[in-house]
């Protein structure tokens, strides 16, 4: 698989979230509202979701494999880092 582009709007404020992302999948398929999360061990990808209860989610897409994961992961916050802040 491989990610032909991936687009970043940063967040400014103190939250967690640092910025929503989407990416599109070998030109043809486009996933929306990944989210670049600040955790306890740096920055991570949070995959989209819907709320299902009283602060419960479950993600609406996912990759079904680690590898999968880290390819998108990388894609993303690769953008993260080139993206400039825009008011």
């Known amino acids: 698989m491989r990610i032909t582009d991936a687009k ?3 967040v400014n404020g103190t939250s967690r979230l640092k910025a929503v992302a989407e990416i599109t999948i070998e030109g043809v398929f486009v996933v929306h509202e990944l989210r670049v999360i600040e955790g306890n061990n740096g920055l991570f ?3 989209p979701s819907r709320q299902v209860g009283e602060n419960v ?4 897409a996912h990759p079904i494999n680690a590898e999968t994961r880290q390819v998108i992961e990388d894609a993303v916050l690769k953008a993260y880092a080139e993206a400039e802040w825009k008011y």
């Open 8 to 10: 970043v709007k940063k």
């Open 45 to 47: 990808v949070a995959m």
């Open 57 to 60: 989610y479950k993600d609406i």
